[in-house]
């Protein structure tokens, strides 16, 4: 799980999130707005070719 707060900002994640997305220790904070939280989930999973379209890729979802 990973929680955020109406604002959009982080509030929580729990140990089996990390679990499943092991790549986010250490890159998720408290507080952090819901767009770098995604911005670091996609940077983790996207092959070079489509980092081009990250931005576009957040604005969409």
Avoid at 18 to 35: M, N, T
Wanted: with cysteine; glycine share 4%.
């Amino acid at each position: 799980m990973c929680a955020f707060d109406l604002e959009d900002r982080t509030v929580v994640w729990n140990q089996t999130y990390l679990r499943l997305f092991p790549e986010q220790a250490g890159r998720i904070f408290e507080g952090e707005d819901y767009i770098h939280n995604l911005r670091h989930f996609y940077e983790s999973w996207l092959i070079p070719a489509e980092l081009a379209d990250i931005d576009r890729s957040i604005a969409a979802t």
